[in-house]
């Protein structure tokens, strides 16, 4: 109720509840019809995504008996038969009499005997008479054959159907494809260009109907449905017999042939079960594309409707009282989700999450209780509604950057005024917890130079030398938060929002920071006569999470970030001093520019900074220093770390042309004059003093 009562206190709430209720009015209309044109087509690789999810093992049944290759190739092999395809119809007796010796409980041909045999009308004639015998010996056993249900599908000729025709279930074999070309649904009756209308085969098979008419109404789905969704089975579930071995059973026994394992397994399988016979050869041209199977036998079909009857599966439609329930819902949330939170980055969040998250795991949950409610019209129109809504809320937000760029655009940079145009900086003064990285810069020898030059003149040198630094943090993308005197910092990751290689920007500049200085010094020689090093700079670098945003008073208030952090930052530029170097990164900063390891930079010391208890490594360049240098300082520290402090003594003793060495050779000293480091504790040096 607090998210609606936020909602409704939105100034404007009157023209926002119009707009909410006008669009989900014209939302739930869309919805209603979701089984309607192009939404259904859309929609259906989300329908094949569930049926394999989901999908279970088949039962058994049913058996299904396939006419393979192998089928195919034993019977033209056969030297007692070389058959070829079509075979004899006098073939089928001996399936007959082994669905009798096995007690089938119906027995169905998903095949077309509508032309006569190329073997004469004896071998029809061989057919009907087992089909006969079938009939008398299995009163309660059915036989189901293809329906007439189009010129191209008609059922057996009378030369096979007669006097038996009454006798005899038929439905309909042509399931029509949906329109992107895959089976997913079958008609609850195929009409007969005579008018007539049957089941499909599946259906006879199971429920013992054929014709379809006014005696067996109640058995047709109530409504407008026409047709019913097939709840498919896990690929390759189904049980198969190969037709080949349904004759060895004939063979075993009947004719006293070999009762080996592939005779007993089938026997097993094929006992007291529907059969549907059909063709699997891909030769045979009734290859089908199911859901959860791009190539499967075109009985397939028939065999998944006939296990949804017998145990009640289907795939429902959703109610329409559930679509607009739904819709409703959502549409409220939507609107919560957009015009509850006070910047736009969480209310474009929660859209996407609602929109591409929320609705496809709703249409899961009604697919869990097997009812199909197809998310893609839900996406579109609620899409619409959500780019609506932001459009409103978009537009409000732009006329308050506006006002907030008005007042404080004298007191920032053009930069930062266009990063707030853009949309890359919000205009708010809420901040957020970000990774950063913090880069500040401090000059040694302003003071006495500040001391003996004009204010005119300092303020031009001063100048000089920050657009050359700033330059340079501007081309590594770097955000320059402040001028404090000559100092500058800088970040990176803020306020620009995504800029993941911020550690690597950052850790760029640090390196280049002091060849910038140099080129600031030797302008400064040219133009004002100055001898030597004008200048030197110290830079303190570390990556680590900050709070970033507009931080101030109500009256005044600038973008920039607080933490420890930043305050590590700020130590670590000024412990340069203390080791003499003018650069000093910490282990945070190397490791998230993926730097370890470099040739460029070397471990100085182990640190634990005035105010932070939690040690750092920290890090220098190696820019002008030999590598061999690098090597023995390396070694020197390493047994320093040790304790050993007379061998590390005379190690930082040879590689003094590394800055930090003469610093580390004194504290060797003292430890080994007064027995202790009091600072030293652990390996961290702990430094008390800014």
């Not at 190539?295 to 009640?312: D, E, F, M, Q, S």
Request: glycine share 6%; aromatic share 12%.
């Amino acid at each position: 109720m607090s998210s609606i009562g936020n909602l409704l206190s939105f100034p404007g709430r009157l023209k926002k509840l119009t707009i909410l209720v006008s669009v989900v009015f014209v939302t739930l209309l869309l919805t209603t019809r979701i089984f309607n044109g192009w939404f259904e087509l859309v929609g259906w690789p989300v329908y094949d995504g569930f049926q394999r999810a989901t999908a279970k093992p088949a039962k058994d049944d049913i058996v299904v008996v396939v006419i393979t290759q192998a089928s195919l190739d034993a019977m033209r092999e056969d030297p007692s038969l070389r058959l070829g395809w079509p075979w004899p119809r006098e073939i089928y007796g001996p399936f007959l009499e082994t669905a009798s010796l096995l007690k089938a409980t119906s027995v169905t041909f998903d095949l077309l005997f509508d032309s006569y045999s190329v073997y004469g009308k004896a071998d029809d004639e061989a057919f009907n008479k087992a089909l006969k015998k079938y009939l008398v010996d299995n009163p309660a056993s059915r036989v189901v054959f293809p329906a007439p249900t189009s010129i191209s599908f008609k059922k057996p000729n009378s030369d096979i159907t007669k006097e038996i025709d009454a006798k005899l279930f038929y439905g309909a074999v042509n399931i029509p494809l949906e329109e992107d070309g895959v089976y997913r649904r079958v008609p609850w009756a195929f009409e007969s260009p005579d008018g007539e209308k049957f089941p499909s085969l599946g259906e006879a098979a199971i429920l013992g109907r054929t014709r379809i008419d006014s005696s067996n109404e109640r058995f047709l789905p109530s409504g407008d449905v026409k047709s019913t969704l097939i709840k498919f089975y896990e690929r390759d579930t189904l049980p198969l017999v190969d037709f080949i071995d349904v004759l060895r059973v004939y063979r075993s026994e009947f004719h006293d042939g070999p009762k080996d394992e592939a005779v007993t397994e089938a026997k097993k399988m094929l006992g007291g079960r529907h059969w549907i016979l059909g063709v699997a050869a891909p030769g045979l041209f009734d290859l089908r594309p199911l859901p959860t199977d791009e190539r499967a036998p075109g009985v397939y079909v028939h065999t998944t409707k006939a296990l949804n009857l017998i145990y009640g599966e289907s795939i429902r439609r959703t109610p329409d009282w559930a679509i607009a329930f739904s819709a409703l819902l959502l549409g409220l949330g939507l609107a919560v989700a957009v015009f509850r939170p006070a910047s736009p980055r969480p209310a474009l969040l929660s859209t996407v999450v609602i929109i591409l998250f929320l609705i496809p795991s709703l249409s899961f949950v009604f697919w869990l209780s097997d009812y199909w409610l197809n998310p893609v019209s839900f996406i579109v129109a609620f899409g619409a509604l959500a780019i609506a809504y932001l459009s409103f809320r978009f537009q409000t937000e732009w006329k308050e950057r506006e006002r907030f760029i008005q007042s404080i655009k004298n007191s920032m940079s053009d930069s930062m005024v266009q990063l707030i145009r853009s949309g890359k900086l919000s205009a708010t003064r809420f901040g957020d917890r970000r990774e950063i990285s913090i880069l500040f810069s401090d000059l040694s020898g302003f003071t006495s130079l500040a001391e003996s030059t004009d204010a005119d003149k300092l303020v031009e040198i001063l100048n000089m030398y920050l657009d050359e630094c700033v330059d340079l943090v501007f081309s590594h993308d770097g955000f320059v938060d402040k001028f404090i005197g000559d100092a500058i910092m800088a970040l990176w990751g803020a306020p620009v929002v995504g800029q993941n290689d911020h550690a690597q920007r950052a850790y760029r500049t640090a390196l280049e920071y002091q060849a910038a200085v140099d080129r600031f010094n030797a302008k400064a020689r040219e133009k004002f006569g100055f001898e030597g090093i004008l200048f030197v700079a110290r830079v303190g670098l570390h990556t680590g999470h900050a709070i970033c945003g507009n931080i101030g008073s109500h009256n005044r208030y600038n973008y920039t970030a607080v933490g420890d952090s930043v305050n590590l930052a700020s130590r670590l530029e000024g412990l340069g001093k203390q080791y003499d170097v003018t650069l000093l990164m910490s282990e945070d900063a190397v490791k998230s520019a993926g730097a370890e390891g470099s040739s460029e930079i070397y471990l100085v010391d182990k640190v634990a900074v005035k105010g932070r208890s939690k040690p750092v490594m920290i890090y220098s360049a190696t820019a002008g220093i030999a590598a061999e240098k690098i090597a023995g300082y390396k070694a020197a520290f390493t047994l320093y770390f040790r304790r050993e402090w007379s061998a590390a003594d005379q190690a930082f003793g040879q590689v003094l042309e590394v800055p930090p060495a003469k610093i580390m050779q004194r504290r060797c000293q003292d430890a080994l004059k007064h027995g202790e480091l009091k600072q030293l504790r652990m390996g961290v040096w702990h430094h008390d003093e800014k």
